[in-house]
């Protein structure tokens, strides 16, 4: 499985970066799944966005940066996904930059262990990093991810 390392430094196409350097405490971490979330979605107050350790949450946001509600959002996202023990929480947005996840925000993910991270990479670029996995998962004979 390739692990947030691997994702941020050998796969330039996911332009990834960890925002704090505390996630990138856990840059070891296996991903097993990825789930893709719209901005839509995470302010319907949805709070199964991950149901397996290891899962990375790509959120997709219309926004320049995190801010109220959104925010808001985002930090009970980082319950349920520290709850799950996820891989990570990824905000795709259109530039990379400190003022995407505000101060708040950051320290929260810190806090509850989930690495944050921002990609400015199309959904496409994600589809062979899905494909990594399921062609690993299908190696070790699990069709689907770990609970």
Do not use: Y
């Amino acid at each position: 499985m390739p692990t947030l390392r691997h994702l941020a430094e050998e796969c330039s196409e996911l332009q990834l970066r960890f925002v704090e350097r505390h996630g990138a405490l856990r840059a070891a971490t296996e991903v097993r799944s990825l789930v893709t979330v719209g901005q839509d979605e995470l302010l319907a107050v949805r709070s199964d966005f991950s149901h397996s350790a290891g899962a990375l949450v790509i959120l997709r946001i219309t926004e320049p940066a995190l801010e109220g509600a959104t925010a808001s959002a985002v930090d009970r996202m980082l319950c349920d996904l520290a709850q799950h023990r996820a891989a990570g929480l990824v905000v795709a947005v259109a530039s990379h930059g400190p003022r995407v996840c505000p101060a708040a925000t950051r320290s929260f993910a810190g806090r509850m262990g989930v690495p944050l991270l921002t990609t400015t990479a199309e959904p496409a670029a994600w589809e062979s990093v899905k494909n990594g996995i399921r062609a690993c998962r299908a190696r070790a004979g699990t069709a689907k991810p770990p609970a």
